[in-house]
């Protein structure tokens, strides 16, 4: 299957996966890379020296083009990101943040960038400044959406910029991109479907529970990590929901925030300085941030459910498997090739049914009425003198 972005990355299929902090790591990267697809790192929970062992043990795993992430809102975001333009990674992909920067850097030595977005005003800006395709979040996506749904958000934007979109937010089989391509994609993000595969590090609890969950059962709120995230309805994830940055997790954010010093290597106090000089706003959201990454990592990594909160979108329910990747591409393939089948046909047998009214033609020396539009407006009758 080809489409602009498969040529664009130099990929047999146009599916990729989402850069999923604990989920998307370098054996999942390659194994998606492998496939066909195009895999993804997250660089999230990571240090620079991290970023970089993790990309070079990617590049030990495949020969198959790859790509990484950078949350810019995150701390050490830009200095991930200096590593992977550093390693001539040949995908980035940037959100939360400016990546002009970024896609500089990455074309002088023939990168490709990609930025995450959620609307028409960070989309045409990403444009403007040079990046080569862009991933739609609609609001069925995990983690951040925003109010616009994929089946109008995609065909909006697509419309709107000369650059490939990607679609993410609700596609988990072949029907979702085959729909994704009608809608003027040029490919798909999974991230929801593809943390419930057999070479996915995602806890097995979690994994069982993504495929028992109904599509009913998310939970969307900015009371978890400060932004609009979507998250697996449960106990654990109702109460903090609930609780959002009150006084107890306000306070619970001082030693969260140590965990995420500890592990990315960062002096405690020089990030602690540093979040209280960027102001109310922002240190409030980095406390959000910090309670919500010791979350999903005991969610992810250790399958609690008492405390831990796992982001996944509404499309958990349409899982019905934990497959592997091969697996789930080659499905996903030919279900998509055969849904494009069954509507051309249905297409044609409607034409048939239903023939469309041949087209006037025009006589010598009569002349054709002026059409009814804005600029051609039918003229006003005036009154006789």
């Not at 909006?156 to 979109?165: E, T």
């Not at 609009?228 to 030693?255: F, Y």
């Amino acid at each position: 299957m080809k489409t602009r972005i498969t040529e664009l990355f130099g990929i047999k299929y146009p599916i990729v996966l989402s850069g999923m902090s604990w989920v998307s790591v370098p054996e999942m990267v390659a194994t998606v890379s492998n496939a066909g697809g195009l895999g993804i790192l997250a660089t999230g929970p990571l240090d620079a020296d991290q970023t970089r062992q993790s990309v070079r043990k990617i590049r030990s795993l495949t020969d198959k083009p790859f790509g990484a992430n950078a949350s810019l809102l995150f701390p050490g975001a830009a200095e991930n990101a200096m590593v992977l333009l550093e390693e001539k990674v040949p995908v980035i992909n940037f959100a939360l943040g400016k990546g002009d920067w970024i896609v500089k850097a990455a074309h002088e030595y023939g990168g490709k960038v990609v930025a995450t977005v959620v609307n028409h005003r960070h989309a045409k800006r990403a444009q403007d400044y040079g990046t080569d395709s862009v991933i739609v979040t609609g609001h069925e996506a995990a983690a951040h959406g925003e109010s616009g749904t994929t089946f109008c958000l995609i065909p909006s934007i697509s419309a709107a910029l000369d650059i490939p979109v990607i679609a993410a937010g609700g596609v988990a089989d072949g029907r979702g991109l085959a729909a994704a391509l009608a809608l003027g994609a040029e490919g798909v993000a999974m991230g929801t479907r593809l943390m419930a595969t057999k070479e996915s590090p995602l806890h097995d609890t979690y994994k069982k529970l993504s495929v028992e969950k109904d599509l009913y059962d998310t939970l969307f709120s900015d009371r978890f990590d400060g932004l609009w995230c979507r998250v697996l309805d449960t106990s654990a994830a109702r109460k903090a929901v609930k609780e959002g940055l009150n006084i107890k997790k306000l306070l619970q954010a001082i030693p969260n925030s140590r965990d995420i010093a500890a592990q990315m290597h960062m002096p405690y106090l020089k990030l602690f300085i540093g979040v209280l000089a960027s102001g109310w706003k922002n240190a409030r959201q980095l406390a959000f941030m910090a309670n919500a990454f010791r979350a999903i990592r005991i969610a992810t990594e250790d399958g609690d459910m008492a405390e831990g909160v796992l982001p996944v979108g509404q499309c958990t329910g349409l899982l019905q498997d934990i497959p592997t990747v091969e697996e789930l591409f080659k499905r996903i393939i030919k279900e998509a090739e055969d849904v494009q089948l069954d509507l051309a046909l249905k297409m044609e047998a409607n034409g048939a049914a239903k023939p469309r009214p041949a087209a006037k033609t025009k006589t010598a020396g009569t002349k054709a009425a002026p059409k009814k539009t804005r600029s051609n407006p039918t003229p006003k009758k005036t009154a006789k003198a």
